[in-house]
């Protein structure tokens, strides 16, 4: 039955008749659980983080003091003596590598996934993902005597296993953004004269950009942390930032320079998860005036 | 019928040659999946089958650094002994870490797609986690919970009195550290699938009448179980087959697998590369076991499509 509700009359309900309603009926208790778990859950995200932030400025900080007793920058100084800026520039050039390579084989292989059109498809994405079934070490401990026997130099075989350790992040990423990746608009692009090349560069690609972005992050994270391919197939001569890290964290009485090091292998991906939380957003295509998926038009317009 | 068909209708036919238009378009796009799909499937195919392949060949001495090859299981016995309490402690790290990050991932991800502040608060703090890598994770765990870390300091309670969380005998700081990394990777997973997919259903459910408790029996959790599994399966593996939080946060003895297969692999003895590879077969075992139970358990989860 049609409620008729007179012009100008509050259908909200007020504060009593609501009091009687399961929806909207405060609740103290619930409120009050859900805050200390949010505020529990908090302080375990971000208390291993604490040390580091401490230790970063602290010159001394001897054992039952609560906060460093001497604040200053010797920690950073001392990382400087061990190298951390060429390892730091070695971890950036690694991770950056590998994300150039395994974005694009993750975008080229999720895109002829998602086309259905592969042959054997189960089996082909279920071989892009078995490197996050192999630990990395088994996969170096075999690899080893090929590649050495193949002549192959160390820090290509170090490429080679980073980049099959990224392809399923970047595969599964690309089959995200390719299964909401509208391929009219290509289809419209190439109707309307433009050449393959140009469709690729003009449509395609900035279309699935941001999944692009996201893909090259994790691949980018995948080199940049690595330790154990790179200690294992450079044998200790690739010295990259985690390196630095875990030979300084296994001695004793350097607590500072740890902090230091480790706060810089932290910085960088951090920017550059903050830059895609910034810049990665899909263009809102559908918020312009007049426009709207070809899809959607054609189905509305043709059928 | 006349006997000049359309391409469709001869494409129909199977009498005609497949040279029509349409089939060759087909062919045509079948070979450039194919082209796409073959750089990336050799890289992940060479590294898997090959890492495999190659660890259960050098572990059966067939790859020997000096010598003629000779097939043998002294790979095997040689190690029998480490390698059984390398299991059972990597099964119980593994297992326990798994757990605990999906558990507390679970309530994360509830909590933040609640949608409130307290929400938007712990999604920050749980995204900052995720870019840590594990290894700057267990130095900074190791300057917290060692018996002169952080804690001990801001609780003011003295080194002798604060239990071996770093290297005791309960691995604590390890499963710490790997508990804090993934549950936040079982936050950002999760909470991704419920923001997408739970909250219409949540709503119908209350406007059911259904309370805050049986919501999240009959509602989130099984919305989210896929979700977990997966999670699970990943963070499983991932903690059975790493090495440097173990490494780095553990005591010398005992050694997981994967601590015992460095060690093996580094040592000057020849005959300790085939045990290394030994210990590698034996770990990737155990992972393609964990992988099938997961694909197994999902199948039979109503809503895996």
Same mark, same amino acid.
């Given at each position: 039955?049609?409620?008729?509700?007179?012009?100008?009359?509050?259908?909200?309900?007020?504060?009593r008749?609501?009091?009687?309603?399961?929806?909207?009926?405060?609740?103290?208790?619930?409120?009050?659980?859900?805050?200390?778990?949010?505020?529990?859950?908090?302080?375990?995200?971000?208390?291993?983080?604490?040390?580091?932030?401490?230790?970063?400025?602290?010159?001394?900080?001897?054992?039952?003091?609560?906060?460093?007793?001497?604040?200053?920058?010797?920690?950073?100084?001392?990382?400087?003596?061990?190298g951390?800026?060429?390892?730091f520039?070695?971890?950036?050039?690694?991770?950056?590598?590998?994300?150039v390579?395994?974005?694009?084989?993750?975008?080229?292989?999720?895109?002829?996934?998602?086309?259905?059109?592969?042959?054997?498809?189960?089996?082909?994405?279920?071989?892009?993902?078995?490197?996050?079934?192999?630990?990395?070490? *088994?996969? %170096?401990? &075999?690899? +080893?005597?090929v590649? =050495?026997?193949?002549? $192959?130099? @160390?820090?290509?075989?170090? !490429?080679?296993?980073?980049?099959?350790?990224?392809?399923?992040?970047?595969?599964?990423?690309?089959?995200?953004?390719?299964?909401?990746?509208?391929?009219?608009?290509?289809?419209?692009?190439r109707?309307?004269?433009?050449?393959?090349?140009?469709?690729?560069?003009?449509?395609?690609?900035?279309?699935?950009?941001?999944?692009?972005?996201?893909?090259?992050?994790?691949?980018?994270?995948?080199?940049?942390?690595?330790?154990?391919?790179? *200690?294992? %197939?450079g &044998?200790? +001569?690739?010295?990259? =930032?985690?390196?630095? $890290?875990? @030979?300084?964290?296994?001695? !004793?009485?350097?607590?500072?320079?740890?902090?230091?090091?480790s706060?810089?292998?932290?910085?960088?991906?951090?920017?550059?998860?903050?830059?895609?939380?910034?810049?990665?957003?899909?263009?809102?295509?559908?918020?312009?005036?007049?426009?709207?998926?070809?899809?959607?038009?054609?189905?509305?317009g043709?059928? | 019928?006349?006997?000049?068909?359309?391409?469709?209708?001869?494409?129909?036919?199977?009498?005609?040659?497949?040279?029509?238009?349409?089939?060759?378009?087909?062919?045509?796009?079948?070979?450039?999946?194919?082209?796409?799909?073959?750089?990336?499937?050799?890289?992940?195919?060479?590294?898997?089958?090959?890492?495999?392949?190659?660890?259960?060949?050098?572990?059966?001495?067939?790859?020997?650094?000096?010598?003629?090859?000779?097939?043998?299981?002294?790979?095997?016995?040689?190690?029998?002994?480490?390698?059984?309490?390398?299991?059972?402690?990597?099964?119980?790290?593994?297992?326990?870490?798994?757990?605990?990050?999906?558990?507390?991932?679970?309530?994360?991800?509830v909590?933040?797609?609640?949608?409130?502040?307290?929400?938007?608060?712990?999604a920050?703090?749980s995204?900052?986690?995720?870019?840590?890598?594990?290894?700057?994770?267990?130095?900074?765990?190791?300057?917290?919970?060692?018996?002169?870390?952080?804690?001990?300091?801001?609780?003011?309670?003295?080194?002798?009195?604060?239990?071996?969380?770093?290297?005791?005998?309960?691995?604590?700081?390890?499963?710490?550290?790997?508990?804090?990394?993934?549950?936040?990777?079982?936050?950002?997973?999760?909470?991704?699938?419920?923001?997408?997919?739970?909250?219409?259903?949540?709503?119908?459910?209350?406007?059911?009448?259904?309370?805050?408790?049986?919501?999240?029996?009959?509602?989130?959790?099984?919305?989210?179980?896929?979700?977990?599994?997966i999670?699970?399966?990943?963070?499983?593996?991932?903690?059975?087959?790493?090495?440097?939080?173990?490494?780095?946060?553990?005591?010398?003895?005992?050694?997981?697998?994967?601590?015992?297969?460095?060690?093996?692999?580094?040592?000057?003895?020849?005959?300790?590369?085939?045990?290394?590879?030994?210990?590698?077969?034996?770990?990737?075992?155990?992972?393609?076991?964990?992988?099938?139970?997961?694909?197994?358990?999902?199948?039979?989860?109503?809503?895996?499509?």
């Open positions: 039955m049609p409620m008729m509700v007179p012009y100008g009359q509050r259908i909200t309900p007020d504060d008749t609501t009091g009687a309603r399961g929806l909207m009926r405060p609740r103290p208790v619930d409120r009050t659980v859900r805050i200390v778990i949010a505020v529990l859950l908090s302080v375990w995200f971000a208390l291993p983080v604490v040390p580091l932030l401490l230790w970063m400025v602290a010159d001394r900080w001897s054992f039952p003091a609560p906060l460093p007793t001497e604040w200053g920058f010797s920690g950073a100084a001392s990382a400087v003596t061990q951390a800026v060429p390892a520039g070695r971890s950036l050039v690694l991770g950056l590598v590998v994300a390579i395994a974005t694009p084989l993750g975008a080229m292989a999720a895109r002829a996934l998602t086309k259905g059109s592969v042959p054997a498809p189960r089996l082909v994405s279920g071989i892009l993902l078995a490197p996050l079934a192999l630990p990395a070490f *088994v996969a %170096v401990m &075999g690899l +080893t005597v590649l =050495l026997r193949a002549r $192959v130099p @160390g820090l290509v075989s170090v !490429v080679i296993l980073l980049v099959a350790a990224a392809i399923p992040y970047t595969v599964y990423t690309m089959r995200v953004a390719y299964a909401a990746h509208d391929m009219a608009y290509e289809e419209e692009a109707t309307l004269g433009a050449s393959r090349r140009h469709v690729l560069w003009r449509v395609h690609l900035p279309l699935v950009a941001p999944g692009l972005a996201r893909a090259a992050f994790l691949a980018f994270l995948v080199g940049w942390s690595d330790y154990v391919i790179t *200690v294992l %197939v &044998g200790g +001569t690739i010295v990259t =930032l985690p390196l630095l $890290v875990a @030979g300084s964290a296994a001695g !004793v009485g350097n607590s500072a320079t740890v902090a230091v090091l706060i810089s292998a932290i910085l960088p991906p951090l920017l550059l998860l903050l830059l895609l939380g910034r810049f990665g957003r899909r263009y809102p295509v559908s918020n312009l005036p007049g426009s709207g998926s070809p899809r959607s038009r054609s189905a509305k043709f059928q | 019928m006349t006997p000049t068909t359309t391409p469709e209708a001869r494409t129909a036919g199977s009498r005609h040659p497949p040279w029509t238009p349409v089939d060759r378009d087909r062919a045509r796009r079948r070979w450039l999946s194919a082209a796409l799909v073959t750089p990336a499937l050799l890289v992940a195919g060479f590294v898997v089958i090959g890492g495999i392949v190659m660890s259960v060949v050098q572990s059966l001495g067939l790859v020997p650094l000096v010598g003629d090859p000779q097939l043998s299981l002294d790979a095997y016995r040689a190690t029998a002994g480490e390698l059984v309490t390398g299991i059972g402690l990597s099964l119980s790290i593994a297992t326990v870490s798994t757990a605990l990050s999906c558990v507390i991932g679970l309530t994360a991800a909590i933040i797609t609640q949608g409130r502040v307290t929400g938007r608060i712990v920050g703090l995204a900052i986690t995720i870019p840590i890598p594990h290894l700057v994770g267990a130095a900074s765990v190791g300057l917290l919970l060692s018996d002169a870390g952080i804690l001990p300091r801001m609780l003011g309670i003295s080194s002798g009195d604060w239990p071996d969380i770093v290297g005791g005998a309960w691995w604590v700081a390890v499963v710490f550290e790997y508990t804090w990394k993934e549950s936040a990777f079982v936050a950002l997973v999760v909470a991704g699938v419920l923001a997408s997919r739970v909250a219409q259903y949540d709503e119908t459910a209350a406007l059911l009448g259904a309370s805050r408790a049986q919501r999240l029996r009959h509602v989130v959790i099984p919305l989210a179980r896929p979700a977990v599994i999670c699970a399966m990943i963070i499983f593996v991932y903690t059975l087959g790493s090495y440097e939080v173990a490494a780095l946060l553990g005591r010398p003895y005992p050694e997981p697998l994967p601590v015992l297969a460095f060690r093996l692999f580094d040592s000057i003895t020849l005959t300790s590369r085939p045990e290394a590879a030994a210990v590698a077969v034996v770990t990737t075992l155990i992972s393609l076991v964990a992988v099938g139970a997961g694909m197994a358990l999902l199948r039979r989860t109503p809503l895996w499509a």
